[in-house]
């Protein structure tokens, strides 16, 4: 499957290349971002982010993970990543996102998700996409339920970040509800 490309109002998603390098290891590396997702590490140390992006070619290609840097349609400076990590067996894929900082609380990861829900959904055939939050994260549970997930329960302790076990909101979108969901709206 080729890198696709999704348009939004103000957005662009593409491919990572490595000339984004610099861009994800200043946004990631802040340790905020960090705090509130389970991967992004920290300290986000030189090369990690050349690391990262040089591994998307292989991922994508074994049906995977897709993954999208999250750039500004006009001036084309990048923001973000959003991404599907893929269990083709049961067409289902987990979103993964992260915003810099500078760019927090403007509904771009919204803008974003509601694109590759639709990727997912259209391109990918998927019948469910889920994703979890940091219950100490309520931002992101929001733009959770802005994209029309549902919450499905709490996993207690599920995760450790630095030195605290981390409880995770769960939330879940069936196609089916998707679909039925652009609907009504029309």
Known sequence: ???????????????????DAP??????GDRAIADTTLN??????VG?????????????????????????REG??????IGLTIEPRFERAELGYWIGRPYWGRGYCTEAGKAVLRHGFIERGLNR?????????????????????????MLRQHARRWE???????????????SAALDTAR
Do not use: C
């Open 1 to 19: 499957m080729p890198d696709p490309t999704l348009l939004t109002t103000r957005l662009l998603l593409r491919a990572f290349n490595h000339a």
């Open 23 to 28: 861009d994800v290891q200043r946004l990631a």
């Open 40 to 45: 992004v590490p920290h300290p986000y140390e």
């Open 48 to 72: 990690m982010a050349e690391a990262w992006i040089a591994g998307h070619d292989a991922a994508l290609k074994s049906g995977h993970l897709q993954n999208f840097a999250i750039t500004l």
């Open 76 to 81: 084309g400076t990048l923001i973000g990543a």
């Open 129 to 153: 996409i889920h994703a979890s939050h940091f219950v100490r994260n309520p931002a992101s549970g929001r733009m959770l339920d802005k994209l029309g997930l549902q919450p499905e329960g």
């Open 164 to 178: 605290d076990y981390e409880d995770l909101i769960l939330y879940g979108l069936l196609r089916q509800d998707w």
